[in-house]
Nanobody, 119 residues
Framework: QVQLVESGGGLVQAGGSLRLSCAAS????MGWFRQAPGKEREFVAA?????????TTYYADSVKGRFTISRDNNKITLHMNSLKPEDTAVYYC???????????????WGQGTQVTVSS
């Protein structure tokens, strides 16, 4: 069983920045998803190991150019810049062994952390 420990999130004004982090043991494809009230959970960003030292990143169109996902050993960080009110949601860290990095069927999920962007 993989335990995902999330940190970060909070309240920020539009145009501001936040950082989310997630730690997991093992070499997994890891991603971030979010779910706003009344909406389905959606893909935000993911990172997948290609070799021991290189990885490929994936982003939803809605966050490209504003969010960056990075990895340091078993910890991933989502750097969120130029935040908008529509980025408000509960953000979930997830990990998977195989399969598509952008699909919602990850194997393991964190408990979620709230991000609120005020206008």
């Amino acid at each position: 069983q993989v335990q995902l420990v999330e940190s970060g999130g909070g309240l920020v004004q539009a145009g501001g920045s936040l950082r989310l982090s997630c730690a997991a043991s093992g070499r997994y494809t890891m991603g971030w998803f979010r779910q706003a009230p009344g909406k389905e959970r959606e893909f935000v960003a993911a990172i997948r190991w290609i070799t021991v030292t290189t990885a490929t990143t994936y982003y939803a169109d809605s966050v490209k150019g504003r969010f960056t996902i990075s990895r340091d050993n078993n910890k991933i960080t989502l750097h969120m810049n130029s935040l908008k009110p529509e980025d408000t949601a509960v953000y979930y860290c997830a990990a998977r062994v195989g399969g598509s990095p952008t699909e919602n069927d990850y194997d393991y999920w964190g408990q979620g952390t709230q991000v609120t962007v005020s206008s």
